[in-house]
């Protein structure tokens, strides 16, 4: 399992960013994907979930109506559009194949005016 995070950075708050994560090493579109977050000195926090046809999308409270998951199974690619940015939204955001243990090496998104 191999996932390569991309897209993070730093944004002033209200701002938005969108996130991408490639997969490659297993079948993708039989997977459901998540998004996992670790803010500075925190432990992990799990923020977004979608089944493997796309149809199913999940969301913690805490990002539910700002956050969008996504996914393009012919490209073996998932997305999070990340938009009305919190300075709380700060973290090293992580793609997750939880079922086959694969996580991505993490991508940074500062949000900070």
């Known amino acids: 399992v191999q996932l390569v995070e991309s897209g993070g950075g730093l944004v002033q708050p209200g701002g938005s960013l969108r996130l991408s994560c490639a997969a490659s090493?297993?079948?993708?579109?039989?997977?459901?994907m998540s998004w996992v977050r670790q803010a500075p000195g925190k432990g992990l926090e799990w923020v977004s979930d979608?089944?493997?046809?796309?149809?199913?999308?999940y969301y913690a409270d805490s990002v539910k109506g700002r956050f969008t998951i996504s996914r393009d199974n012919a490209k073996n690619t998932l997305y999070l559009q990340m938009n009305s940015l919190k300075p709380e939204d700060t973290a090293l955001y992580y793609c997750?194949?939880?079922?086959?243990?694969?996580w991505g090496q993490g991508t940074q998104v500062t949000v900070s005016s």
């Open positions: 090493g297993f079948t993708f579109s039989s997977y459901y």
């Open positions: 997750a194949n939880i079922i086959a243990d694969g």
């Open positions: 979608i089944n493997s046809g796309g149809a199913g999308t």
